[in-house]
């Protein structure tokens, strides 16, 4: 190639220029090839490692993005183009894009962290950036979340990671706490084995932990028990629901009173004062 240069009317310089330039250009493109290769065997190799496969799509293209920016780095250099003033602007850019998104980059740097250490996964319903709902989905810039009445919402993950999060059915199951209140003159023994009843009675409520019912306090129109069980997660609703519902018409047949406000009343026979006249 030289020599067919030499041929040319060009000066040394010239060619020099020239060959420089198809080198840079040979690194460029047989580079990109080479890049690509190694960022999809990085993203197999993640995916047999079991990597999620949002992160690992990320991974793959950040480190092709990083592997080009070298490429060109030293495609321009052996073109020529002297790296400190490149170096200097690529800095420079750098910075000015991240001044720009920090916001955007703050979202993707918690949705990296959140995909990797996963404290909540697809179909879980959570508390998070103070909303609760049941994940649909989780991307490198937000979390969408299902509410209890099928709204939406989309959630930046930097709102998330900021917050406590609150992952009500990680652990498969879930306690259930209800209040009742008896009269004073209702048999308490008797009611309390009414509600042991209730439990042996749905399949529902676990035994272990075991369920039980403890009188928490003395009030002001009767005696409040406090019941507490476990179910699993997909059951609490249900069984508690229709704890109420037995316990309230068990409490009728057995003749148990539920608390109710009660005020007393005195009334004062005797003549009324004079009026003054």
């Not at 989905?137 to 990671?161: C, F, Y």
């Not at 609703?237 to 007393?264: N, S, Y």
Request: charged share 20%.
């Amino acid at each position: 190639m030289h020599h067919l240069l030499a041929r040319l009317p060009l000066s040394e310089g010239s060619i020099n220029t020239i060959i420089n330039v198809t080198i840079a250009l040979l690194i460029l493109l047989v580079g990109l090839w080479l890049a690509a290769r190694a960022a999809n065997f990085a993203r197999r190799a993640m995916r047999r490692a079991n990597v999620d496969e949002t992160l690992s799509g990320f991974l793959r293209n950040v480190i092709n993005g990083v592997l080009v920016a070298l490429l060109i780095v030293m495609a321009l250099q052996q073109a020529g183009v002297p790296s400190a003033p490149l170096v200097a602007a690529l800095g420079a850019g750098g910075l000015a894009i991240g001044l720009a998104l920090q916001g955007s980059l703050s979202n993707l740097a918690w949705g990296v962290l959140l995909i990797m250490f996963r404290p909540f996964r697809v179909g879980d319903f959570i508390q998070a950036g103070g909303i609760e709902g049941t994940v649909e989905s989780v991307s490198l810039m937000h979390t969408l979340l299902v509410l209890p009445d099928n709204r939406e919402a989309v959630v930046p993950n930097a709102k998330i990671g900021s917050d406590a999060i609150i992952n009500f059915n990680r652990r498969g199951t879930r306690r259930f706490e209800l209040k009742v209140g008896i009269g004073y003159t209702d048999d308490l023994g008797e009611a309390m084995d009414v509600v042991q009843q209730l439990y042996a009675a749905d399949a529902r409520i676990l035994r272990d932990p075991e369920p039980g019912v403890w009188t928490e306090s003395l009030g002001e129109n009767g005696v409040v028990l406090v019941l507490r069980a476990y179910t699993r997660s997909a059951d609490v609703w249900g069984a508690q629901t229709d704890l109420v519902r037995t316990l309230k018409e068990r409490f009728g047949a057995a003749g148990i009173r539920m608390a109710v406000p009660q005020r007393e009343l005195t009334v004062v026979r005797g003549r009324l004062p004079e009026r003054a006249a």
